[in-house]
């Protein structure tokens, strides 16, 4: 099976086993007070080596104190860094694989107090505050930081180092105009806004060895006004080939630009390969590696067969499921657990400060714990009321854990709400990780039962010690002056992703969380004339950063009106008078109000639990309405709990 992408390569002195890299990510878990690794980290990088990628990066490797990007990631800037480091490369070079660490320098983009960056110009976004100007004598301190750095790793018995040069960071705002406006040395022209990172990539070969194979991430386009272009680095590429670079890694974006560099599933799979393809025709032999949304081994076989990289990177896919390589090479496409691209508890949580996670994979930071996990001292029969994804992920552990597991769902297929709302435009990934589990079912043999509501004879007959209640939530109706009096129609938003009303042809969606917004995008897109009414004072605060921007720019496309701060006088029989931020609005002539706030969760069986030996267990919405993130990690849970 996809023998281009399972085929060896040549990176530098080393043997690549094949065309896969683990990209580096800032997950932000796993140092301890001093930044040094832990068995936290150690062990999350054990299990994707044990998973079979070819080669793997540490993210966020920092050169200097004054660059730290995230206040929880590794240090590289003090030989006390060294032994952690040394146990970790041990634990992980068990797995044949080439291991390396990514090394950078945050400047306008660290969250830290004080800033620095080539010229003082504060990032466009996400960090915020002021950013000095660098001297020149710092320039060559920072220099020599980066290759002691480079020593550090080589010392510690990494394979190799990449050099963190795209999305915004130190390297990269030297060679962007928007970023650089020295008139010195190191700006101004391309050779003087590049001068920095050939400086440290001579400092690292004369410091760590010129055999000692440095990579490079470098952006084919950062996406901003004045920034960083892929006509920039063409001209680049060749460039950084002549001084011996062991390989181009080539992405997009900064902080601030119109396509992000973490791409949420509104984004097209593969957004940046034709960065790569364009590098790929101007060097003769450097290797070069691909990014951006690549979660499909096919896509990623024909990348390599076709000639447009020479690698795939992969960051989210291998967070999701550490195990894609070896079930990629097996032909188990169907079992590897997908990215569904929510961004959720990659980027947000690790732009928030918080330890990096995922909303489909709940082991990602406890793969230290889980490695100590004993086996069930029991069989028990489990049955698993709902076949949302928390009953289904709940079943799926259940039965992996050894139980015997049954599942019934009152209605006529899986999913519940999730299914629903994969049906909007844009979010149809989400009913990937529906598919993982509905098949993960059929593979541990585990019976789903529909139309098929929980009742006394379903557990008479089945005889549980167990009962998960995953029955999940339902739209909650409002009580709100004139609202069940209006002529108006009154539908929810289950009503409408599910066929069973059609909306008139000027609607009022009432909510503005992440339901409210895909609804509202739905029916723009059908053409409607769309009002979204949001009580609360932020737009779908449940949804990733980067996920929200790409669904409000659609919002903006289909003409959708946003109110915030919404306080409802009364709905009239066209329409509704409002005010919002103060001020008041009147209007009319609209056909559907459509709810779509808060859900009420569904749990009026646990009243059977009265009439059985079983326990009874509530997880997912039927719990609390909440994220999937949450709900998933919480049936998972129940799963090894017993």
């Given at each position: 099976?996809?023998?281009?992408?399972?085929?060896?390569?040549?990176?530098?002195?080393?043997?690549?086993?094949?065309?896969?890299?683990?990209?580096?990510?800032?997950?932000?878990?796993?140092?301890?007070?001093?930044?040094h690794v832990t068995d936290q980290l150690i062990e999350y990088f054990v299990a994707r080596a044990k998973g079979g990628v070819g080669m793997m990066l540490v993210g966020g490797g920092s050169v200097h104190p004054g660059g730290q990007e995230l206040p929880d990631l590794p240090q590289m800037y003090n030989d006390a860094c060294i032994p952690s480091l040394k146990v970790m490369v041990e634990r992980v070079k068990k797995y044949d694989i080439c291991f390396g660490v990514q090394l950078m320098h945050g400047g306008r983009q660290s969250y830290l107090p004080e800033k620095v960056a080539p010229s003082a110009i504060p990032a466009p976004a996400v960090v915020k505050g002021e950013v000095r100007a660098l001297e020149i004598d710092e320039i060559k301190e920072l220099v020599d930081c980066f290759a002691q750095s480079a020593r550090r790793c080589k010392e510690a018995g990494f394979d190799f180092i990449e050099l963190h040069g795209a999305h915004g960071y130190l390297i990269n705002q030297f060679m962007a105009p928007n970023c650089n406006i020295r008139t010195d040395e190191y700006g101004g022209n391309f050779e003087n806004r590049t001068r920095f990172l050939f400086e440290i990539i001579e400092a690292i070969k004369e410091i760590?060895?010129?055999?000692?194979?440095?990579?490079?991430?470098?952006?084919?386009?950062?996406?901003?006004?004045?920034?960083?272009?892929?006509?920039?680095?063409?001209?680049?590429?060749?460039?950084?080939?002549?001084?011996?670079?062991?390989?181009?890694?080539?992405?997009?974006?900064?902080?601030?630009?119109?396509?992000?560099?973490?791409?949420?599933?509104?984004?097209?799979?593969?957004?940046?390969?034709?960065?790569?393809?364009?590098?790929?025709?101007?060097?003769?032999?450097?290797?070069?590696?691909?990014?951006?949304?690549?979660?499909?081994?096919?896509?990623?076989?024909?990348?390599?067969?076709?000639?447009?990289?020479?690698?795939?990177?992969?960051?989210?896919?291998?967070?999701?499921?550490?195990?894609?390589?070896?079930?990629?090479?097996?032909?188990?496409?169907?079992?590897?657990?997908?990215?569904?691209?929510?961004?959720?508890?990659?980027?947000?949580?690790?732009?928030?400060?918080?330890?990096?996670?995922?909303?489909?994979?709940?082991?990602?930071?406890?793969?230290?714990?889980?490695?100590?996990?004993?086996?069930?001292?029991?069989?028990?029969?489990?049955?698993?009321?709902?076949?949302?994804?928390?009953?289904?992920?709940?079943?799926?552990?259940?039965?992996?854990?050894?139980?015997?597991?049954?599942?019934?769902?009152?209605?006529?297929?899986?999913?519940?709400?999730?299914?629903?709302?994969?049906?909007?435009?844009?979010?149809?990934?989400?009913?990937?990780?529906?598919?993982?589990?509905?098949?993960?079912?059929?593979?541990?043999?585990?019976?789903?039962?529909?139309?098929?509501?929980?009742?006394?004879?379903?557990?008479?007959?089945?005889?549980?010690?167990?009962?998960?209640?995953?029955?999940?939530?339902?739209?909650?109706?409002?009580?709100?002056?004139?609202?069940?009096?209006?002529?108006?129609?009154?539908?929810?938003?289950?009503?409408?992703?599910?066929?069973?009303?059609?909306?008139?042809?000027?609607?009022?969606?009432?909510?503005?969380?992440?339901?409210?917004?895909?609804?509202?995008?739905?029916?723009?897109?059908?053409?409607?004339?769309?009002?979204?009414?949001?009580?609360?004072?932020?737009?779908?605060?449940?949804?990733?950063?980067?996920?929200?921007?790409?669904?409000?720019?659609?919002?903006?496309?289909?003409?959708?009106?946003?109110?915030?701060?919404?306080?409802?006088?009364?709905?009239?029989?066209?329409?509704?008078?409002?005010?919002?931020?103060?001020?008041?609005?009147?209007?009319?002539?609209?056909?559907?109000?459509?709810?779509?706030?808060?859900?009420?969760?569904?749990?009026?069986?646990?009243?059977?639990?009265?009439?059985?030996?079983?326990?009874?267990?509530?997880?997912?919405?039927?719990?609390?309405?909440?994220?999937?993130?949450?709900?998933?990690?919480?049936?998972?849970?129940?799963?090894?709990?017993?």
């Open positions: 099976m996809l023998p281009d992408l399972f085929s060896p390569i040549r990176i530098g002195n080393m043997e690549v086993k094949n065309r896969l890299l683990m990209s580096a990510m800032s997950i932000n878990f796993g140092v301890d007070d001093q930044c760590a060895g010129p055999e000692y194979p440095v990579g490079i991430r470098i952006n084919g386009n950062d996406y901003i006004k004045n920034g960083w272009e892929l006509k920039d680095t063409v001209r680049l590429a060749p460039l950084l080939e002549k001084v011996g670079v062991a390989y181009l890694h080539i992405s997009g974006g900064v902080y601030g630009s119109t396509e992000l560099t973490i791409p949420s599933m509104y984004t097209p799979q593969g957004c940046f390969i034709h960065l790569a393809e364009a590098v790929k025709k101007v060097v003769d032999k450097v290797p070069v590696i691909t990014v951006g949304r690549i979660k499909d081994p096919a896509m990623a076989n024909a990348i390599i067969k076709e000639g447009k990289a020479d690698m795939v990177a992969l960051g989210r896919s291998i967070i999701a499921d550490p195990e894609y390589p070896n079930k990629a090479k097996a032909g188990l496409i169907s079992n590897i657990r997908p990215c569904v691209g929510c961004c959720l508890g990659c980027i947000h949580a690790v732009l928030a400060k918080e330890p990096g996670s995922c909303v489909v994979n709940p082991d990602v930071g406890r793969e230290y714990k889980l490695a100590q996990e004993e086996a069930a001292k029991e069989k028990l029969k489990v049955l698993v009321a709902g076949a949302g994804p928390s009953g289904l992920a709940a079943a799926r552990m259940f039965a992996l854990r050894g139980h015997e597991v049954r599942v019934c769902e009152k209605g006529e297929q899986q999913g519940g709400l999730l299914a629903l709302a994969s049906k909007a435009p844009g979010r149809g990934e989400l009913g990937d990780i529906l598919r993982f589990f509905r098949e993960e079912l059929v593979r541990l043999g585990v019976a789903v039962q529909y139309n098929t509501p929980l009742s006394k004879k379903i557990l008479d007959e089945f005889s549980p010690d167990h009962v998960i209640m995953a029955t999940g939530s339902m739209p909650d109706m409002p009580v709100i002056k004139g609202l069940f009096k209006s002529a108006m129609d009154l539908v929810t938003n289950v009503d409408v992703f599910s066929g069973e009303e059609v909306p008139g042809k000027k609607v009022i969606v009432l909510g503005g969380g992440m339901t409210g917004l895909i609804t509202a995008d739905a029916l723009a897109e059908q053409g409607r004339e769309v009002v979204v009414l949001n009580r609360k004072k932020s737009f779908a605060e449940e949804m990733s950063s980067n996920d929200r921007y790409y669904l409000r720019e659609r919002l903006k496309k289909g003409k959708v009106k946003l109110y915030k701060e919404v306080a409802i006088q009364q709905f009239t029989d066209g329409g509704v008078e409002f005010t919002a931020n103060g001020d008041a609005f009147s209007l009319t002539g609209f056909e559907t109000v459509v709810i779509s706030e808060k859900h009420l969760s569904v749990r009026e069986a646990k009243k059977l639990e009265k009439q059985t030996r079983a326990v009874f267990h509530l997880i997912g919405d039927a719990k609390s309405p909440r994220h999937l993130m949450y709900c998933v990690s919480e049936a998972e849970e129940a799963g090894r709990a017993e």
